[in-house]
């Protein structure tokens, strides 16, 4: 496993996407409308040139409620959902809740 760092900045979208990534360690703290996540890039990517990665951030999955599922796994194939994800300080990620456009599906309880 590599460790990576992905600045992220929001778009005039409202979603959030990368600007820039290291691995190992962003060279300089993130400005302030920038955060940076930190994920992991299993061994046996190439990366030279123009090649795509895919890192592992931890927020790869979202369980939902028994039976509430196949409705919405269903209504994917047909639109775009996202995620709302808490980033702490050492850029570790959590996620904290399914959208549905501006529509909040599902929240994570507090432990």
Not at 32 to 55: M, N, Q, R, Y
């Amino acid at each position: 496993d590599t460790p990576i760092v992905v600045r992220l900045k929001q778009g005039a979208d409202g979603y959030w996407g990368a600007t820039t990534a290291w691995f190992g360690q962003a060279p300089a703290p993130a400005a302030s409308d920038e955060v940076d996540i930190v994920g992991h890039v299993s061994e046996g990517w190439d990366l030279s040139g123009a090649a795509t990665i895919a890192p592992d951030y931890g927020i790869e999955r979202f369980y939902l409620p028994e039976g509430e599922g196949m409705a919405i796994q269903n209504d994917m194939r047909v639109r775009p959902f996202g995620v709302r994800v808490a980033i702490a300080a050492d850029g570790a990620a959590q996620i904290k809740a399914l959208m549905d456009g501006d529509k909040m599906l599902f929240e994570e309880p507090l432990y």
